[in-house]
């Protein structure tokens, strides 16, 4: 083997090496990506059809979640490697007195099903809330944080039902995430 063979072969080891040096480099970065999903509930009626005295109103909101808009993430949203969501507490502002989200059901579009369902939210009854992780829960989020990682954002709607309308609520969301990141790429 001449000299510059392997010359040429311990340029391509170092090189190779360098890379898998940046690769096996990475920052966690632990933070909260936080949403403000404004509802309306228009004082439509909906009647249960097994009990026409039962009466409640729907609404349907959406919002987009960009991880770049987060201040922690902003010098790695192109290089983020994965995400750990580890919970998320949802607070249903400007709810008073005896008016109450019967249903609530948070969706992520490209997502099916939704991500947890939550009944009864009160004043102060279930507000501010985080659902318990089960291990369905924790399906849904493996496939947002999937998402989060490919897409760097959720279109995320919310649907549910109140006892009383007109309202106009605001369903903050915090979503406790560990990002991993790399750096050097």
Do not use: W
């Not at 909906?46 to 922690?72: E, I, P, R, W």
């Not at 607070?91 to 579009?109: P, R, Y």
């Not at 939550?118 to 496939?143: D, K, R």
């Amino acid at each position: 083997m001449s000299k510059t063979s392997l010359l040429f072969g311990i340029i391509l080891l170092i090189l190779s090496s360098c890379s898998a040096i940046k690769d096996a480099i990475t920052v966690p970065v632990t933070t909260n990506l936080q949403v403000d999903v404004p509802i309306t509930v228009a004082s439509v009626k909906s009647a249960n059809l097994n009990d026409k005295a039962v009466t409640f109103y729907s609404f349907t909101a959406t919002k987009v979640l960009q991880v770049a808009d987060n201040v922690d993430m902003t010098s790695y949203i192109n290089k983020i490697k994965s995400v750990d969501l580890r919970g998320v507490t949802v607070t249903i502002a400007t709810l008073t007195g005896s008016d109450q989200v019967l249903t609530l059901d948070l969706a992520v579009t490209g997502i099916t099903g939704p991500v947890f369902s939550i009944a009864n939210i009160g004043a102060t009854l279930n507000n501010p809330f985080s659902p318990t992780i089960s291990a369905a829960v924790q399906s849904q989020f493996n496939l947002v944080e999937a998402k989060l990682v490919s897409d760097r954002a959720l279109t995320i709607t919310i649907t549910g039902t109140t006892n009383n309308a007109p309202l106009s609520l605001t369903a903050k969301l915090a979503f406790d995430a560990k990002f991993t990141c790399a750096p050097l790429n």
